[in-house]
């Protein structure tokens, strides 16, 4: 880690992951996130974003030019969670995932009472598998 490297605090990544900033720490504990104490503080290298997965969330026109090519498998297999219990498995916030879902980071449905529906098998997915809570 240089010295000359942008840094972003907690705060700053979470807003730009949709990761609350309780769970960006914990990350950073667990050596998940790689991060250094200044100040009494933890700067996170803007790097991180680039590292397993946790990356700013595509615009709508990104999203759109790529869509899921899993989506019929995840709609066969039929397993899915609500926007909470979804939160609940991973270390995202409620907000997060349904920016998640609007982004097209996460694959899911809407059902017949219009709450959207998290597919399951984004749990299993190796660019989000780090941000399943154990």
């Known amino acids: 880690m240089t010295e000359n490297e942008k840094t972003l605090t907690t705060a700053q990544f979470s807003e730009k992951t949709g990761i609350s900033v309780s769970s960006v720490t914990r990350m950073l504990r667990q050596g998940k996130l790689r991060g250094e104490k200044r100040s009494g503080k933890w700067a996170i290298f803007e790097s991180e974003l680039q590292v397993g997965g946790v990356q700013p969330p595509k615009t709508s026109d990104q999203a759109a030019a790529s869509p899921d090519a899993n989506a019929e498998a995840q709609a066969a297999s039929g397993k899915t969670y609500d926007v909470v219990t979804f939160a609940r498995l991973t270390y995202l916030t409620e907000n997060g995932v349904r920016q998640w879902l609007r982004m097209g980071r ?6 017949s009472g219009g709450k959207a529906q998290i597919y399951a098998s984004n749990l299993q997915r190796p660019d989000f598998i780090h941000l399943v809570r154990e």
């Open 106 to 111: 996460l694959s899911g449905r809407t059902d």
